[in-house]
């Protein structure tokens, strides 16, 4: 075999490697694409779900205060009763606003104090080290 011929033949087959990879990326990317596509059907799928589950969650509690209101409607008018729950709802709404306004002081302004002051010291520790060096 001449040393033409084995270039050649090396060539066709460098050329062959690089039609397969690029063959191969080719399926690859179209296997990502798939597999994306299942997943984000699947994601819209259980937020569909937990959407459902929430709306009812916020049925059942309707349905459970007006159970406890007609509970209380019992030993008082159904007006005094339903003024009753009113009352209660109203007081841990103000309680839970007053906690939830408490955390949100806490986490205000949300910088990363402990990362921030550990970057300062490595800044200060690598110039010291540079100043003496």
């Known amino acids: 075999?001449?040393?033409?011929?084995a270039e050649t033949g090396v060539g066709a087959a460098a050329k062959q490697v690089a039609e397969h990879a690029s063959a191969l990326a080719r399926l690859e990317l179209e296997l990502a694409g798939l597999e994306l596509k299942k997943k984000v059907a699947a994601?819209?799928?259980?937020?569909?779900?937990?959407?459902?589950?929430?709306?009812c969650?916020?049925?059942?509690?309707?349905?459970?205060?007006?159970?406890?209101?007609?509970g209380i409607a019992t030993a008082v008018a159904t007006w005094a009763a339903l003024l009753i729950v009113t009352g209660a709802?109203?007081?841990?709404?103000?309680?839970?606003?007053?906690?939830?306004l408490g955390r949100l002081r806490k986490g205000t302004p949300p910088l990363p104090e402990q990362a921030i002051a550990e970057a300062k010291k490595t800044t200060e520790a690598?110039?010291?080290?540079?100043?003496?060096?």
Request: aromatic share 6%.
């Open 57 to 70: 969650g916020v049925f059942m509690l309707g349905f459970g205060l007006a159970a406890l209101a007609a």
């Open 1 to 5: 075999m001449s040393t033409r011929e």
């Open 89 to 100: 709802l109203g007081l841990l709404a103000g309680l839970l606003g007053l906690f939830g």
């Open 43 to 55: 994601l819209g799928v259980g937020a569909g779900l937990l959407i459902a589950a929430a709306v």
């Open 126 to 133: 690598l110039r010291s080290s540079n100043g003496h060096g």
